[in-house]
T-cell receptor, first 111, second 111 residues
Framework: GENVEQHPSTLSVQEGDSAVIKCTYS??????FPWYKQELGKRPQLIID?????GEKKDQRIAVTLNKTAKHFSLHITETQPEDSAVYFC??????????FGTGTRLTIIP | DVKVTQSSRYLVKRTGEKVFLECVQD?????MFWYRQDPGLGLRLIYF???????EKGDIPEGYSVSREKKERFSLILESASTNQTSMYLC??????????FGPGTRLLVL
């Protein structure tokens, strides 16, 4: 079945440094890859997404890269700030309706 | 602005009780989803619905059922609650495109 693996499960970085979270997916037909951020006690919210016809997308300090051949995609956060501390989930769209999520990465920014 | 609401933020139920979790969205979205979120396991899909009175099993449907009598409302039913159903339950909705919006979640404790 569809599978999304996410690494690492926890990540601590010094404020100002970069953070990278990686995901791999199983179905080569997947064509949409969103990233969600979930702050403590709050709902997951979409922060960035990428479609299979592009290799990279950037939005201020956040970027996502996609390697369709290797079936992996990554989230990059530069110049990290305390408010970046959260759990991040990657996901891949299988078929037209169903997102399969990774198991999440707890990111902690150390002041 | 998309709004997805859930009937309760916290619920405490006893083993064997029938439990109803309600989700309402106000954006005329076709697709609605129920997930459960557990530490280390990410977001796992229980059921989803792509139209009124339509439902599809997700990855972990055992012990759950759903109802979608109106487009804006998607209910998750635990016919006989068990302690292993203690979890955070998240509802989500989307149109035919990919961006998915989450509700605030219901934290259910089954004693």
């Amino acid at each position: 079945g569809e599978n999304v693996e996410q690494h690492p499960s926890t990540l601590s970085v010094q404020e100002g440094d970069s953070a990278v979270i990686k995901c791999t997916y199983s179905d080569s037909a997947s064509n949409y890859f969103p990233w969600y951020k979930q702050e403590l006690g709050k709902r997951p919210q979409l922060i960035i997404d990428i479609r299979s016809n592009v290799g990279e997308k950037k939005d201020q300090r956040i970027a996502v890269t996609l390697n369709k051949t290797a079936k992996h995609f990554s989230l990059h956060i530069t110049e990290t700030q305390p408010e970046d501390s959260a759990v991040y989930f990657c996901a891949a769209l299988f078929g037209n309706e169903k997102l399969t999520f990774g198991t999440g990465t707890r990111l902690t920014i150390i002041p | 602005d998309v709004k997805v609401t859930q009937s309760s933020r916290y619920l405490v139920k006893r083993t064997g009780e029938k439990v109803f979790l309600e989700c309402v969205q106000d954006m005329d979205h076709e697709n609605m989803f129920w997930y459960r979120q557990d530490p280390g396991l990410g977001l796992r899909l229980i059921y989803f619905s792509y139209d009124v009175k339509m439902k599809e099993k997700g990855d972990i449907p055992e012990g759950y059922s759903v109802s979608r009598e109106k487009k804006e409302r998607f209910s998750l039913i635990l016919e006989s609650a068990s302690t292993n159903q203690t979890s955070m339950y998240l509802c989500a909705s989307k149109m035919g495109g990919e961006t998915q919006y989450f509700g605030p979640g219901t934290r259910l404790l089954v004693l």
